[in-house]
């Protein structure tokens, strides 16, 4: 049956580690411990009865029996994803893999006299969002990896009369077996856009404006619009852009849907300079390209999406394993050239950069007058505090608070025309420099301070800078040449 609608959904009570759920076709599953809940189902790890004692490679949602989100989901794997389409698919299409999860089964179950629906699905690994919030932006070849991937997904699930409708980092999960492969989840929001091979009709409904996720939505979805193919694929646009370039032109603005609106409106309307000025050089240019084809689709049509892919990947390459790493900077990938992308080495080889460039100007200014020396030291800070690299070692370096230590950084940020250090993880790399830390000699009583990147001015320079010295000397010549003079005075009184 399916839920009433106008029961708001809501989280439901948890349910107890080894409560044993009998599905529709007899399985009997043990469930594990909760390693998840949204906003309103829980999830578990889940076992089937005779395997408890294994690591577990299935998870089981639950939510109350009247709630929404699960149902729509259920029917979607229940029309359009079974086992045996997906196989067909895959072998139609010569894929290696198909990114939709696993569907094994689902049933009802009674606690506490509230029945709860449940389905059990395929264990799947850690979410793009989190590989991102640790890692900042994907690499070019990543980027375009994904979305090669997505629409192998959108692909399939177009042609079986549904669309996604929230296509989000939060959503893209790499395997828990196999992370070098990337799964679509999450079709509580999937929609029916074509039922029986009858496309909905283009209609806009003020009062359904703005579903979805702010940020990625479709400007369809923005005027209520049911979605369709097209917005599944200019949600992808949307999430290519803000991997690449680590964030939208709009996301300021995400408390006002209208904005966020006008402002997609504009990129849309002006493409493809609108991207290609978001993101100077090349890197984005296939994106760029993937958008203008996007938005030239109508509302019913079917997009190519094979000149898509050709978009994202002009060689036609293999696209080879996806690898990620959260473990540090360790991110690997596959591109679709088939050349293997380590980001270790390549962080490296910016630090290495970066820090010879320290070593060249410091070099080069030594000959100059202290106060040409400090505008030429604030021109390299600058340049430095816009690179990646720099951005990258002060976002992860940790801040030792010391009175001492923030007086001098202040002091130095404010000489420098900066805004002081704070103890904070959230740091405006545009203006801020980077934090520093007090470390003391063990027994000596000695103090020393550090710069936390080795990209800025030493120890000495802080507390005793060249410009100091020479108004130190000028001052203290002064002063002795007045009492000289004084003493002369009185002598000839």
Not at 87 to 106: C, V
Not at 177 to 185: E, G, M, T, W
Request: aromatic fraction near 10%; glycine fraction near 8%; hydrophobic fraction near 35%.
């Amino acid at each position: 049956m399916a839920p009433r609608r106008n029961e708001k959904s809501r989280l439901p009570v948890p349910l107890p580690e080894g409560k044993v759920l009998d599905d529709m076709e007899g399985k009997q599953w043990v469930l594990g411990k909760m390693i998840g809940s949204g906003g309103f189902g829980l999830i578990y790890l889940a076992f089937p009865i005779n395997k408890t004692n294994k690591d577990a490679s299935h998870v089981i949602k639950v939510e109350y029996q009247e709630n929404g989100p699960l149902f729509s989901e259920l029917k979607f794997y229940q029309r359009a994803a079974k086992k045996d389409y997906i196989k067909k698919w895959i072998e139609q299409k010569q894929l290696d893999y198909l990114g939709i999860p696993m569907f094994y089964g689902f049933g009802l179950t009674d606690f506490k006299g509230r029945s709860y629906r449940f389905m059990v699905m395929e264990r799947l690994g850690i979410d793009l969002q989190k590989i991102s919030d640790q890692n900042g932006t994907f690499e070019k070849s990543t980027v375009l990896h994904l979305g090669i991937r997505m629409l192998d997904v959108l692909e399939y699930i177009h042609e079986k009369e549904y669309v996604h409708g929230d296509l989000k980092a939060a959503n893209l999960l790499l395997g828990y077996k196999n992370p070098d492969r990337v799964y679509l989840a999450d079709y509580g929001l999937s929609y029916r856009y074509c039922p029986n091979g009858n496309h909905k009709e283009y209609q806009e409904n003020p009062r359904k404006g703005h579903n979805g996720t702010i940020e990625f939505t479709s400007l369809d979805a923005h005027k209520g619009v049911a979605p369709s193919r097209r917005s599944d694929v200019e949600i992808l646009g949307y999430c290519m852009l803000r991997w690449l370039c680590g964030m939208l032109p709009w996301e300021q603005n995400l408390k006002d849907p209208v904005a966020v609106q006008t402002a997609k409106t504009n990129l849309l309307d002006e493409l493809p300079q609108s991207v290609l000025r978001w993101a100077p050089g090349s890197s984005c240019h296939e994106v760029a390209q993937f958008m203008v084809c996007v938005h030239n689709l109508a509302y019913d049509e079917k997009p190519n999406y094979q000149k898509l892919k050709n978009i994202l990947n002009p060689g036609g390459m293999p696209l080879g394993p996806l690898e990620f790493s959260t473990k540090g900077m360790s991110v690997s990938v596959h591109a679709p050239g088939n050349q293997k992308v380590n980001f270790r080495k390549v962080v490296a080889k910016q630090v290495m950069q970066t820090e010879l460039m320290d070593r060249v100007d410091t070099e080069r200014t030594m000959g100059l007058p202290a106060t040409q020396r400090k505008v030429q030291r604030e021109d390299t800070l600058t340049r430095l505090l816009h690179s990646g690299a720099a951005q990258e070692r002060i976002r992860r370096k940790e801040y030792h608070d010391s009175s001492e230590c923030l007086n001098e950084v202040k002091s130095h940020a404010q000489k420098a025309g900066y805004m002081g250090c704070q103890n904070s993880d959230v740091i405006n790399m545009t203006r801020w420099p980077p934090c520093y830390k007090y470390t003391s000699t063990s027994g000596t009583g000695i103090t020393d301070l550090e710069s936390s990147t080795g990209l800025w001015p030493t120890a000495s320079q802080l507390s005793l800078s060249e410009e100091t010295k020479t108004d130190v000397y000028y001052y203290g010549f002064t002063i002795v040449v007045l009492v000289i003079l004084v003493c002369l005075a009185l002598c000839f009184l």
